[in-house]
């Protein structure tokens, strides 16, 4: 157990439907990263906050946004869904500051199935 | 992208060392060499990570080539719950950013 949840497990929609992924960091972690993994692509990075602000923005979609709340917790938002939205997206959590705190844990991820 | 070449897949007799090596030829003197895995669909879990001198845990050791071109992950006695995917990443170690995953090796160890 990483310490980092996420909500719900699986998750499945139409096209065209609008769905909101959510994630809780470990205690104390500020930064969070969302990562995508589907079959023809890999793990892919989509976005990152750190306490509240977005840190830094990978291949993210414009029909995807994310936000960081007060408490940490980070919802990811995807809307007018695709077939091709289909994947495991994973909730990542880390510590702000030097070695040996870069290890970033993984949450056991959100199946989304769009039919 | 990711900067680093891997083995698409290996396999390891159960209770023999596995060694998963990464080639990294285009890494810059500020980036470390981390290995994180991923078994089945769960979420990745970090290994080990090193800069230029060889790195142990209890989980695996890192040996990390002089020129640091190169490296290799070593799993002393692999398991059958050491079957995973296993991703080698050179990243920055300077504040927390984003790890870019290549395809990775699927380690099959075999009983």
């Known amino acids: 157990d990483s310490g980092v949840t996420q909500t719900p497990k699986h998750l499945i929609t139409a096209t065209g439907q609008r769905v909101t992924l959510r994630c809780s960091p470990r205690?104390?972690?500020?930064?969070v990263y969302w990562y995508q993994q589907s079959l023809d692509q890999g793990l892919q990075f989509l976005i990152q906050y750190y306490n509240g602000e977005e840190r830094a923005k990978g291949n993210i979609l414009e029909r995807f946004s994310a936000q960081q709340f007060p408490d940490l917790h980070s919802e990811l938002n995807l809307s007018s869904l695709e077939l091709g939205d289909s994947a495991l997206y994973f909730c990542?959590?880390?510590?702000?500051?030097?070695?040996?705190?870069?290890?970033?844990?993984f949450g056991p991820g959100t199946r989304l199935t769009v039919l | 992208d990711a900067k680093t070449t891997q083995p698409t897949s290996m396999d390891c007799a159960e209770g023999r060392a596995a060694n998963l090596p990464c080639n990294h030829s285009t890494i810059s003197g500020n980036e470390y060499v981390y290995w994180y895995r991923q078994i089945h669909s769960q979420g990745p879990q970090y290994i080990i990570h090193?800069?230029?001198n060889n790195e142990t845990n209890e989980m695996a050791s890192l040996i990390i080539t002089e020129d640091r071109k190169s490296s290799t992950l070593i799993l002393p006695h692999a398991t059958l719950r050491d079957t995973a995917v296993y991703y080698c990443i050179v990243r920055v170690n300077s504040g927390n950013t984003p790890l870019v995953f290549g395809k990775g090796t699927r380690l099959s160890v075999i009983a």
């Open positions: 205690s104390g972690d500020l930064s």
């Open positions: 090193g800069l230029k």
């Open positions: 990542a959590s880390s510590v702000e500051g030097g070695e040996p705190y870069n290890e970033q844990f």
